[in-house]
């Protein structure tokens, strides 16, 4: 068989994402071959599928030392650096490559996301279309077709700052092209509020269910489909239909990632385990002046809307909803899932302070000048014990609600992260809001001056005095704007909490799982 022969079939394997075939299916090729940039790249593209991106970058560098202007390795590179959280030199390579060629596009989109991971929204937004732009000049008739990621991008970007007409119009671009386009869908289900007396909502809940019943729309339309249908017939108090095609979603869900509750439970027990007897008094204070609040709960207990309230003060630079600290402690703290204790007694005594200067690190690419930074990764309540170790300037805000109006929140929403797997299934989001509930009994036992509890019901109900108590044990000054969060245009959204932290502080949702008691009672039951 010739080169290009093997070259074709990996190729393929590639497509059908058949990753530890490419990779061993190119050993062959590089003994005889090795400074083949081509197979090089592709080794490197196998194993950013397979996540190992550290593995991706030694191949990419090899394929860019061979060819120093192979740009698509250049792009593979960045992406996988970004993965890693180097967003400096992501960013360099980025725009290296649009020295070398300005038409790249996806460099353009790659560097677009970037941005919006550092939360600059105006560059993020600049590069999708001067993208869009090039699609059109470089090619007029295919351009609709190939433009549909960067449309979609560019409006989940407007949502996100809360630029709500540009991003409808966008939608309707892209709906325009291609009406199946489940995604747009479901952004566009986010944004409106069914109505029997909204003619247009109610044409587009129609448009949904056609496309929901074709036999062959793909498994990924049809989750996007199930969830956005299922908020549109609550909107519409057709509790049945609504539970319906939510249940539907899931279990399409639960069938194609399965679970991952049982790990979780492993991470959980081992870390209650570690630090029922760590020394919480030795606390490395080798920090800046940079204070963190952390604000952390179960997914939907209302910490979008603490960290829009909090981050509204002029004081406060809000970083929304980030994996850092989860990475920083995985990297330190872990080997194959389980906790080391004994990295955590040396780093405790030791005159610098690692963890910490490795967490503010990320923050390098970032654009702000304030001195406190919220960070709301609702499950780093895992990590609580951690932080009163190595942010002992930091403030923890722990937000709870209602146990069934919790459960029942993630259970009508679709989460991308793998992490999320375990609320695919009503039987493992009760289960695990039981560990979460030990977990925080467990800190609470340990460190009760360190947590402040932000209860939604209350917030909601009494927001004045509520946020008042916030910011004094934030130790913030009051600030008016906090009481208008919805207003805050500073801090982007990228969550599924999106559309109604963009409301003003609003009840509606509190006991909202009566509606629907009957359908839920298998995921209520398990509630301790």
Known sequence: MDLIEKVKILNNQLRAKNFKKVIDGSKGILKKNPNNDYILNMVGMAYQGLAQHRNSIIYFKQAIKYAPNNIAAMNNQANSLKMLGDFESSKI??????RINPNYIKAYNNYANLKTTINDY?????????????????NEETSNLNSIGLLFSLAAAYQSINKILESKKIIKEILDI????????????????????DKNSIEHLNKMEALNNDKDLIFEKKIDISFALGKSYEDLKDYEKAFRHLNEGNDLRFNKFGSNLENEKKIMQDI???????????INKDVSSKKIIFICGMPRSGTTLTEQIISSHSDVYGAGELVYLQRVLKKNFFENSKMKKQNIIENQSLSKNIIYSEYMKYFDPYNFN?????????QNFRWIGFIKLFFPNSKILHCFRNPK????????????????NWSNKMEDIANYYNLYTEMMKFWKSKIPDFIYNVEYENLVQNKDTEIKNILNFCELKWDEKCLNPNKNSKTPIRTVSVSQARQPIYRSSVNSSGNFDKYLEKMYSILK
């Not at 209650?272 to 030795?282: L, Q, R, T, V």
């Open 178 to 197: 291609d009406s199946t386009h489940a995604g747009a869908h479901k952004l566009l289900s986010s944004i409106i509020k069914y109505s029997y007396e």
């Open 370 to 378: 304030e001195n406190i930074i919220t960070d709301k990764a609702p």
């Open 93 to 98: 390579l980025y725009e290296q490559i649009l």
């Open 122 to 138: 105006d560059g993020a937004i600049e590069l999708y279309k001067k993208a869009l732009l090039l699609i059109k000049k470089n």
């Open 272 to 282: 209650m385990k570690n630090f029922d007897d760590i020394n919480y008094k030795e």
């Open 405 to 420: 109006d919790n459960c029942l929140s993630l259970f009508k929403n679709s989460f991308a992260s793998p992490m999320m």
